[in-house]
């Protein structure tokens, strides 16, 4: 069986859902709709790493935080986009590339 996801929510809320021949079924909630790209993201490494049986079997399988979505995806390795953001910035710190803008308006390298 193959994903059928679809995105619904508005400004503040995006909700995303899968379905099949037995109805409409829950898969993921994202805060912001702004971020759409990390309800993008994640969606893209779900299809790509989980068939729907096996996603929803560790769903039914895992109570409390180990049966949320970002930790079911998280088993196979999935990383947010916040996480990489964040990582993408201490590596250019610590090889210091890190573009930082002083006091008088000029810019430095940390």
Do not use: C
């Amino acid at each position: 069986m193959n994903w059928n996801l679809s995105f619904e929510g508005g400004r503040t809320m995006v909700y995303l859902y899968h379905t099949d021949e037995s109805g409409k079924h829950f898969v993921a909630r994202f805060k912001y709709a702004r971020p759409k790209s990390s309800a993008k993201h994640f969606a893209k490494f779900l299809v790509k790493n989980f068939t729907p049986k096996e996603y929803f079997g560790m769903r039914m399988a895992n109570s409390g935080s180990a049966g949320t979505p970002l930790a079911i995806l998280k088993v196979k390795g999935y990383v947010s986009l916040m996480a990489l953001s964040v990582s993408k910035v201490q590596i250019m710190r610590d090889l210091g590339l890190m573009r930082v803008k002083g006091a008088n308006g000029g810019t430095y390298y940390e």
